[in-house]
């Protein structure tokens, strides 16, 4: 009978971290049609963001709204360390358009871009 309790806890534990994980994705999108845009081309089509930060990939953020797409393309590493990155957001009432921009032939190309509800972010 104790098996059994551990397994229905486990269990328990496992619905509830797929619940978290299904809200998540339920409340952001990746956006693919940004990826390879320039800034001036998503400046025209979301008009002027509310943040821009920029830092080097030796600098980057290791938690944050785009750490698996940025190390994916960049890990941390001797190599990228003076990486240039580029973090801008765009704002609406209720969600909020984050995207992340490389330098690519002398061009700031959107890396990744996600939308997401503002409640969502923190």
């Known amino acids: 009978m104790n098996k059994m ?5 486990i269990l328990s534990v496992v619905g509830v971290f797929i619940s978290c994980v299904y809200a998540d994705e339920q409340n952001t999108v990746i956006l693919s049609k940004y990826v390879n845009k320039t800034y001036q081309e998503m400046l025209e089509e979301l008009g002027a963001p509310v943040d821009k930060t920029g830092y080097t990939i030796e600098h980057a ?9 940025l190390f994916s393309k960049y890990p941390k590493t001797e190599e990228n360390k003076n990486i240039q990155i580029m973090e801008v957001t765009w704002s609406t009432e209720n969600e909020m358009t984050l995207a992340c921009f490389h330098t690519v032939d002398g061009t700031n190309r959107c890396l990744v871009a996600k939308r997401m509800k503002k409640e969502i972010r923190h």
């Open 61 to 69: 953020p290791t938690k944050g709204w785009n750490h698996s797409e």
């Open 5 to 9: 309790k551990k397994i229905i806890t």
